[in-house]
């Protein structure tokens, strides 16, 4: 996914993805960008700020809400704390 690529090369700060009901993320989707942002200094986890898991197969599995990829830290965990207001607060 180019949004991955614009992250890592300091076009975007922020990636955040939230998928209808029932959809599953295929990993081919996903993996090389996490690759790429990881290794410009970003970080990419689920919205609850858990790592993607790349080990079951075609899908990711377990992913919390939807995904979030940031340039850095410390965006990261002001996004996964906004996340969780947001939430917490909306009653779903």
Do not use: Q
Not at 26 to 35: E, L, N, P, T, Y
Request: aromatic content about 10%; overall charge negative.
């Amino acid at each position: 996914m180019v949004k991955y690529a614009a992250i890592a090369r300091g076009d975007a700060e922020v990636f955040i993805k939230f998928a209808r009901s029932g959809y599953k993320e295929k990993i081919w989707d996903h993996a090389a960008g996490v690759v790429i942002v990881e290794e410009a200094g970003g970080v990419v986890t689920d919205a609850g700020g858990s790592p993607l898991d790349f080990r079951w197969g075609l899908y990711l599995k377990g992913l919390d809400r939807g995904i979030i990829a940031c340039s850095g830290p410390i965006l990261h965990d002001k996004i996964i704390g906004a996340v969780y207001a947001s939430w917490d607060s909306s009653n779903l």
